[in-house]
């Protein structure tokens, strides 16, 4: 089975678990470092606590051994996405209008390979944002590899 599938089936498992606990399901990724690693990523108002992921990590495991349709040993981890999380889902882009996010591109984009700029708005294709000489870009999603809050230090 590949990454995908396995994400989308994870993805399928995990959802009522976390609803079910009062919390938000950020993202599941499946990928390979030096092994395999299952991860999902929760949240909820206020922040999660160790209890919160002990919580998920059980319950999914336990529906994970039962179905066992992940053929490679993997380790699952479930945890917060961080402060600096991506934001990949409509509502995380609308909560950051108005604000400084940092963009990488899959390819370099007017010769960057990364952008920081004010996140105005966005539709299914594309995401508006100015720039800090104040002018208005309009950049194809289909460009950009990722979107995360901007931390200043």
């Known amino acids: 089975m590949d990454k995908k599938k396995i994400t989308e089936r994870v993805t399928a498992l ?10 938000e ?7 390979r470092e030096r ?14 606590d160790i209890d919160d992921c002990s919580a998920v990590s059980n319950a ?9 349709f992940i053929k490679e040993k993997y380790y699952l981890e479930v945890s917060s996405p961080g402060i600096d999380r991506p934001l990949k889902k409509d509502k995380d882009l609308v909560s950051h209008y108005g604000t400084k996010v940092d963009l990488a591109f899959f390819a370099p984009y007017e010769g960057k390979k990364q952008l920081t700029a004010v996140l105005q708005s966005h539709d299914q294709d594309n995401l508006v944002l100015t720039d800090d000489k104040n002018k208005e870009l309009t950049i194809a999603r289909k460009l950009i590899a990722s979107v995360r809050p901007h931390i200043d230090f």
């Open 25 to 31: 399901l950020v993202d599941v990724e499946y990928v």
């Open 60 to 68: 999914l495991a336990k529906k994970l051994d039962e179905e066992d």
């Open 14 to 23: 995990v959802t009522p678990i976390v609803e079910a606990a009062g919390l």
């Open 35 to 48: 092994d395999w690693f299952l991860r999902v990523f929760i949240d909820k108002e206020g922040g999660i």
